[in-house]
């Protein structure tokens, strides 16, 4: 994942909002993607915006995309120890191929 | 539901040895993908098909070889297994159009240890 970037560990106590961020290389890519996975479990879709968005929020998610500066990020409102998960921020390019980040470990403490 | 299952959650084998690895969907999907996780690299990307009979290499192929006999199964080769291959390995489908957003439906995993 060396074309897409992410902190390796965030950590936020029970309440607090999160915020994941993300930096990819690829200005054409078509969609951006943030996936979650559990322990011990595959990926999950946890939801992706249109590259001509900037912004997507869906109940406690909320996506930003600024395509100048290449930056995504995932805000979580009102974090629950539920979420406590990695995150990963990948790209689609023309290919068809998605590019994924290291993924951010999210640690939430009662 | 889609379903992506995969033959082993865990599997040791001995460097040298041919291993499989197995893959199957039950949502008629034309792209397969096979990546290998490791802590820090994220997902990188081994193999894909975009349909039957049809492979393209991905990111690492190296020591790799996959086949797709059929729509719904995709397998991993690993003709001689070395330690530098143990990894959790992730097999991925999708529809080659629609889906949300060209989604990725992802199985649970094989973790894969080479002694």
């Known amino acids: ?110 | 539901d889609v379903k992506v299952t995969q033959s082993s959650r865990y599997l040791v084998k001995r460097t040298g040895e041919k291993v499989f690895l197995e893959c199957v969907q039950d949502m008629d999907h034309e792209n397969m993908f096979w990546y290998r996780q490791d802590p820090g690299l994220g997902l990188r990307l081994i193999y894909f098909s975009y349909d039957v009979k049809m492979k393209e290499k991905g990111d690492i192929p190296e020591g790799y070889s996959v086949s797709r006999e059929k729509k719904e199964r995709f397998s991993l080769i690993l003709e001689s297994a070395s330690t530098n291959q143990t990894s959790m390995y992730l097999c991925a489908s999708r529809p080659s159009i629609g889906g949300r957003g060209r989604e990725q439906f992802f199985g649970p995993g094989t973790r894969l240890t080479v002694l």
């Open chain 1, 1 to 110: 994942g060396e074309d897409v970037e992410q902190s390796l560990f965030l950590s936020v106590r029970e309440g607090d909002s999160s915020v994941i961020n993300c930096t990819y290389t690829d200005s054409s890519s078509t969609y951006l993607y943030w996936y979650k996975q559990e322990p011990g479990a595959g990926l999950q879709l946890l939801t992706y915006i249109f590259s001509n968005m900037d912004m997507k929020q869906d109940q406690r998610l909320t996506v930003l995309l600024n395509k100048k500066d290449k930056h995504l990020s995932l805000r979580i409102a009102d974090t629950q120890t539920g979420d406590s998960a990695i995150y990963f921020c990948a790209e689609s390019r023309n290919t068809g191929k998605l590019i994924f980040g290291q993924g951010t470990t999210l640690q939430v403490k009662p």
